[in-house]
Structure formats: structure tokens, C-alpha cells
């Protein structure tokens, strides 16, 4: 297991509603923040309300916060397979995907035109004198 696969239990206030307990449930297990959150009150409602406070409050003391410098930005995203699970809808990856290649296919265009201009040309000539 490299050091990439590590994954670390974090609360996420940013994320969160109450202390964001849920919100770092979530993102370790890899589900919606949602679903968490409807679990957690769904337990509570059928019972289970008392072990529900405590447990909540207890990993709202013992979690460390998340870190600002671990960017959730920068991981791959995934595809969603099923609706519970975290990640991007395939139709919105699919408009990231065309969008991206856009951009990186203005990028050449650009450069394309830059590379075959007389300007070019002209500095390359003059580089190797």
C-alpha cells in the first residue's frame, strides 16, 4: 500500500453541517455526504438515539480536523456507478472531459500558428547565427 492508498479519518467542518463528522464518514468511505447524514438520523429516530449522541460526540472529540493542505481538487474523479456512492454524474465528466479538450485544443492551435508564422522563422534564423 503506498502512501497515495492511505487514507485518513478526518473531520470535515467545511463540508459539514453540525461539526463535520459526517462530512469525513463520507469521504472515507467513499459515499455522499447525504447519505451519511440520513443514516445517522435515521438511527437516531429509530432508537438508537442515545448511541448516536455519544458516538457522534466522541469522534467529534477524538477526529482531527482536515487539513487545509490536503486538496480534494487535485485526487481523480470518479464516476459515479451507483447513487450512493461519491463522484461525478457520467454525463457532467463527459462536459469535463469536451471542455478540457477545448481548451487543450485551442492550446495547439495556438501554438501550431505561432510554430508555422514568418515571426518564428525569423527568430530561429536568427538564434543560429
Known sequence: MTDKDKKTLYRDPRNGKLAGVCAGIADYFNL?????????VSFFLLGASAVVVVAYV?????????PQ?????????????KVWQAGEPATQALRDLQRRFTTLETKL????????SEQFELKRQINNL
Open 32 to 40: 455522499e455526504t447525504w447519505l451519511v447524514r440520513v443514516a445517522v
Open 58 to 66: 466522541a469522534l467529534w472529540m477524538i477526529l482531527d480536523k482536515k
Open 69 to 81: 493542505n490536503i486538496a480534494t481538487d487535485d485526487r481523480e474523479i470518479g464516476i459515479k456507478k
Open 109 to 116: 492551435r495556438d501554438l501550431e500558428t505561432y510554430v508555422t
